[in-house]
C-alpha cells in the first residue's frame, strides 16, 4: 500500500460548522478512494479517513 502524505490537504470546514469557533468538522476531497476528517478545534490529533462510499452513505442520510 502506497503512503499518502496529508500534510498538504486542501481542508474546507462543513457548512453546518459554528462560525463562533463550535462543532468545526473540516473535510478535504482531493482523494478519490476515502475522505480524510478532522476536528479543526484540534488538528494535531490527525485525521479520521472515512472510505469514499461509507462517506457519501453518511452525507445521504444527513441530507435526508
Do not use: H
Request: aromatic content about 8%.
Amino acid at each position: 500500500m502506497r503512503a499518502i502524505d496529508l500534510s498538504t490537504l486542501t481542508w474546507r470546514k462543513s457548512s453546518y460548522s459554528n462560525q463562533d469557533g463550535g462543532a468545526c468538522l473540516e473535510v478535504a476531497d482531493n482523494i478519490p478512494s476515502f475522505v480524510p476528517v478532522r476536528d479543526s478545534k484540534d488538528i494535531t490529533r490527525g485525521p479520521l479517513l472515512i472510505g469514499a462510499g461509507a462517506w457519501g452513505a453518511f452525507v445521504e442520510g444527513v441530507k435526508r
